[in-house]
Structures are given as structure tokens and as C-alpha cells.
């Protein structure tokens, strides 16, 4: 019996969750896309000194100024100032002992080596951002960009994360060429140069796929077997069913993995699954029709990705559609639509075209459709931005 889309999500990611490795303190790059596994703090006062906010005229005591000294520059420490002495000061620098007001460089009167004109307090005092010691971003936060140049800025030089997964790829298919059109009954695959880069794009790293591989039941086994060796997740292409040369159920038992979940309610890509084997590694079976196994990944390998990287299940955006989404009975329908949410054409199990156009698909529960101008729920392909 199929369970419900929404129940296979969080059932995906609470099995990756569960089975997260320990955390690692690792250098930036390795963490970005993970979630911290403790929080990041300041190891020192963020700014650690007083800095100038503004290029200008550092002055202390009463004007007019007279210009003394070498100019206060970022990255040196400047000399102290006496009463009614000015220097000039660049963005960034540290403020010198003894100022008591900035002027900025155009609000300046220079007449000589005197300046005149209105100080104010220019600067960002030491521990403005943050103290010594203080928590900056919470444990299980998203590793982003802004959060590795704050982590950075702070002083830390690496971050204690859960690694990125490793996820291979078995391509099923006697039928499939790697070149070429296609041609002879056979088909060019379309799987193995898109999924790779999905895998990426959701947090993982990911290898060059193993196939493709032929339709027997041995080849799946050894092909399996392969890519379980060094992956913490395998994800096969086609085989879902139970065809007559579909082994990939098979294929499972021999090597002794069980299901998480065994078919999903959703239209398109209803015939997919997950798998642990007794070494706590993943399988994921995509069904061999391009969209659908887009629809899998989406549905099953992006929440388990989450969950082995410690974040949390990952939020569905929301889109208003511009014209009349019907439903697909007891089955969750996912429908291809742009940007502006109007439904896409060529938006079969067996299409790309619609999908490399898509924002997404806009989520239409069982039992229900979208109007026009309804707002529903969007989930979007990894590395495609909605």
C-alpha cells in the first residue's frame, strides 16, 4: 500500500536523521551546506577594537586641528593623540588612543596642516557585534555562505558539522546509450548526466555514476554492491516495478536491504522506494522515466540528504497558480510550473522539456484542486532557483 507524499518525506528525513554520522570540526568548505553541530561563538570581541566607520580626520581636544603624524590605516596601530592634534583616518582602522571625535573626510575644512569642522563618534566600538565568548549562530543552523563569513570574521578557522554524504548512482538499462541520439529501440540516457549534479546540489558528494548497467539480476547485485562499498546512499535509475526485467526488488534482498518505504501516492512517479541495508546504508530506487525519478529524488533523497547533514526537513515554498490544477484522487499531484505559476506542457513521466523549464511543482494534496489564484505549496528541484 502506498503511504501518503507527505508521509514519505518525513519518513525519509527522519531515517537520514536518525542515522547522521557523528559531527566532524572541519575546515569551511567541507562544512558549507551542513548544519552546525555546535554553536559558533566569538573568540574575541567582534570588533576587537575601536574602528572607524568613515574615511576622515581623527581629532581629540577642541579645533582648530593641526595635522600631526603618520595617517591611521587598517591593519596597524596607530600612535596615541594629543590635545589638538588631528590625523587622518581610513575606514576600517583602528581608532587612535586619545580621539574624541571623526570628521568625516568630505565634511573636512583642511586650510593647510589646520582642519576644521563638526566631529562626531564615527566609530564601532570594541565588542559592538558581539563579546568575547558570546554565541553568534545556534547549533543546527544552516552552514551558508554569510554564516562561514561571520564564523570568520569572529575568529574561528573551522566548524564542528555533520560531513556531506556520499551519494552514488546506479543507472539500470539495457535499453540506455551514453552518446549519440537515439536510436535502434534503444534510448539516450538522460539520467545519468542530471542526477549527479541533483545529488550535488541537494548536499551531497557524488561520484560518477556505475552503469549503465545490464538487465539481469546478477549484473544489479554486483552493480549495488559496488556503489554501496564507498556511498552512504546509492541511488538506482528504473527497476521499480516488476516487469521482467526488473530486479531491483530482488536485487535488494541479496544484499540484505530492507524497505523504508516501499511506493509512494503521488502522481507522476508513483513507483519508487527506500532501503537501509544491515550496514546502515541507503538505497533509493528511482523509477527509470526522467521526470519520475526527478519526483522521487525531490520526494525521498532531498529530505533524507537533510536529515543525514542534521538539518530538518525542508520547508515547501508556495506558489499562486495562474491557471486550474486538477487533482489526481487519492494521490498527491505534483504539477510542472513555472515562475509565474502557470502549468507547464510536456510535463510527462517521460519528458524533460516542461522540467528544465520549471520553478517547481506546485503540491496538490489527495482529494483536492487548485484554482486559478490559489496559493498552494512549492517544492522546487535542487540547483534550481524558484
Known sequence: ?????????????????????????????????????????????????????????????????????????????????????????????????????????????????LIDGDPDREWREAGEEAK??????????????????????????????????????????????????????????????????????AGSTSPEPIGPVADTLDEHVRALREGLETADLVCTTGGTMVGPVDHLHAALKLVGASYIINSVAVRPGFPMLLARTDEGRFIAGLPGNPQSAVIALISLVVPLLAGLRGLSLPELGEITVSQDVPGRGDFTHLSLVDRSGRRLGHHGSAMLRGLARAAG???????AEAKAGQTVPLVTIPGVSA
Open 132 to 201: 568575547l565568548g558570546e554565541e553568534l549562530i545556534p547549533a543546527g543552523t544552516r552552514i551558508t555562505p554569510p554564516v562561514l563569513g561571520l564564523a570568520a570574521a569572529a575568529g574561528q578557522a573551522s566548524l564542528d558539522a555533520y560531513r556531506k554524504p556520499r551519494a552514488g548512482m546506479v543507472v539500470f538499462g539495457d535499453e540506455l546509450l551514453t552518446s549519440g541520439p537515439s536510436r535502434d529501440g534503444r534510448v539516450r540516457d538522460s539520467l545519468g548526466p542530471m542526477v549527479p549534479h541533483l545529488l550535488a546540489a
Open 1 to 113: 500500500m502506498p503511504i501518503d507524499w507527505a508521509e514519505a518525506r518525513a519518513t525519509a528525513w527522519q531515517a537520514g536523521y536518525e542515522a547522521r554520522p557523528n559531527p566532524e570540526t572541519t575546515g569551511f568548505e567541507a562544512a558549507l551546506g551542513s548544519a552546525l553541530a555546535a554553536p559558533v561563538v566569538a573568540a574575541s570581541d567582534l570588533p576587537a577594537f575601536p574602528t572607524s566607520a568613515v574615511d576622515g580626520w581623527a581629532v581629540a581636544g577642541s579645533g582648530p586641528w593641526i595635522v600631526t603624524g603618520e595617517a591611521a590605516l587598517a591593519g596597524a596601530v596607530p600612535a596615541p593623540m594629543g590635545t589638538g592634534d588631528a590625523v587622518k583616518i581610513a575606514t576600517g582602522a583602528q581608532v587612535p588612543e586619545g580621539c574624541e571625535g571623526i570628521i568625516r573626510l568630505e565634511h573636512t575644512d583642511v586650510r593647510g596642516e
Open 361 to 367: 511543482f506546485a503540491v496538490i494534496a489527495p482529494g
